[in-house]
């Protein structure tokens, strides 16, 4: 059983806009920024969004990222093809000191 | 450009040990943690433990699942991390990533992972 919370799969029709939430507790969402990572099949993870929201150099604009409370989201947009992957929140756990992943979600595009 | 290449993964029986290295460069080294993931086949993302950077203390975490058995350590004059797996068990099978920590200790970089099979 992961630490955070997340479905094990979602899909969606392309272009259209999927969310995948993820939730975790005070110790470690509630209070510490969240990272969301993409991961093609047979592949390395990849950094998708860093400290809650924010985009690193090169990642599309059709992903972004928010935070309320305990819960984080990853929003993706105009839905592609080449987006069906695994997608895993992370966060930094203050009790347990050390980091959290989500158990993962399957983004499958139909 | 970071790049993060791990090594050192094998076959090995339960109860012997095994060392994984990750040499690390485009980035300077001694200034970030370094942290270590696996992925079991088939299944998600377990962060394993890190190793903060000498400015921050040098000082060590690890998940539950191995406090005791594994140990991180780093050698920042060859800019390399290690990850000491030792009392290795058949459910440490895995796919063994290593990261850079960046903000809050958070991974912004992965390596290509390098592959530990538990078995007799």
């Known amino acids: 059983q992961s630490v955070l919370a997340q479905p094990p799969s979602v899909s969606e029709a392309p272009r259209q806009r999927v969310t995948i939430s993820c939730s975790g507790s005070?110790?470690?969402?509630?209070?510490?920024?969240v990272n969301w990572y993409q991961q093609l099949p047979g592949k390395a993870p990849k950094l998708l969004i860093y400290y809650t929201d924010l985009l690193p150099s090169g990642v599309s604009d059709r992903f972004s990222g928010s935070k309320s409370g305990t819960s984080a989201s990853l929003a993706i947009s105009g839905l592609q093809s080449e987006d069906e992957a695994d997608y895993y929140c992370a966060a930094w756990d203050d009790r347990l000191n050390g980091v959290v992943f989500g158990g993962g979600t399957k983004l499958t595009v139909l | 450009e970071v790049q993060l290449v791990e090594s050192g993964g094998n076959l090995v029986q339960p109860g012997r040990s095994l060392r994984l290295s990750c040499t690390a460069s485009?980035?300077?080294?001694?200034?970030?943690?370094m942290s270590w993931v696996r992925q079991a086949p088939g299944k998600g993302l377990e962060w394993v433990g890190l190793?903060?950077?000498?400015?921050?203390?040098?000082?060590?975490e690890y998940a539950a699942s191995v406090k005791g058995r594994f140990a991180i350590s780093r050698d920042d004059s060859k800019s390399i991390a290690y990850l000491q797996m030792n009392r290795l068990q058949t459910e440490d099978t895995a796919m063994y990533y290593c990261?850079?920590?960046?903000?809050?200790?958070?991974?912004?970089?992965w390596g290509q992972g390098t592959l530990v099979t538990v078995s007799s």
């Open positions: 990261t850079r920590a960046g903000l809050s200790a958070l991974i912004d970089y």
């Open positions: 005070s110790s470690n969402i509630g209070n510490n920024p």
């Open positions: 190793i903060r950077s000498k400015a921050s203390g040098g000082t060590t």
């Open positions: 485009g980035f300077t080294f001694g200034d970030y943690a």
